[in-house]
């Protein structure tokens, strides 16, 4: 029984200190941007009395992000509100996957380069609308939500036949350039600032807020149950690094545009980049904002079995999450 416990306690220190994150494309990954290039989550890790090795680790669409949290592959994931419900939904009661913080308030644009759409009701069965991950990313569920509120929910899902799973990035050169078979794309900044900038015939079909009722949560970090629980000195590190990176880009927008292009490696007009973090409608924090309309949306229709009382219910309690909703 002591050598058990003694493999037991070897398992659990060696678990600490080791923190594998996944991230997608966009800017709304900047808080974990500039987590990584100023080393904050190892710099709060040694506060806390613990080394950390943080392993970054990009993917694309909600489905691929949560399969590897299930496989054990990482430890953090980030994806939309979308998958975080789904995922949440599923193990309850089980792996319990629940949010961990939120990276920040951001306006999503449905956009189309097809002069003919002006509203959602005027898709055709000729376009194609791109997007993460068909019926479980976060543009997925907004566009689901929005249908259901002009068709009525037994058609939410009436334009997943014409939805596509795309990289953003690919997503974005078709929108600019025209001529293929996307006539449209539910992104995030900065490829919907991109594609409008970039395109004439671009336009906004869509705002994510005007479904979801205001400024809103659209991508999150979420995490089992038992890591949070094995490893509390990372997990604590984690989150402190978070809020750090929040504040440093209110206050230092130019150098966090920056960081931006240092870490993603992409081939984004600075000052563009600068006006999107100083977008009033744009808010870095971690606490989670106006999240629950979805998740009550996605009950309704029967997107996920549970229904949650509130965002504490598919979000950890920590301190940060009590002024969120």
Known sequence: MAGLSLLAASVSAHAEG?????EQFGIVYLLLNVAQDQKLIEKHGKANGVDIKVDWIKLSGGSAVNDALLSGSIDIAGAGVGP????????????NVRGVASLGNFPYYLISNNPNVKSLADFSDKDRIALPAVGVSVQSRVLQFASAKLWGDAQYNKLDKISIAVPHPDATAAIISGGTEISAHFGNPPFQELELAGNPKAHIVLNSYQVLGGPSSATVLYATEKFRKDNPKTYGAFLGALDEAAKFISAHPEQAADIYLKVSKANTDRNLLIKIIRNPEVEFKIAPQNTYSLADFMHRVGAIKNKPA????????????????
């Open 18 to 22: 080791q923190l594998r994150i996944a």
């Open 310 to 325: 509130s965002v504490k219910d598919y979000f950890f309690d920590d301190a940060h999450i009590k002024g969120g909703s």
């Open 84 to 95: 975080l419900l789904t995922i949440w939904d599923r193990t309850v009661g089980r792996q």
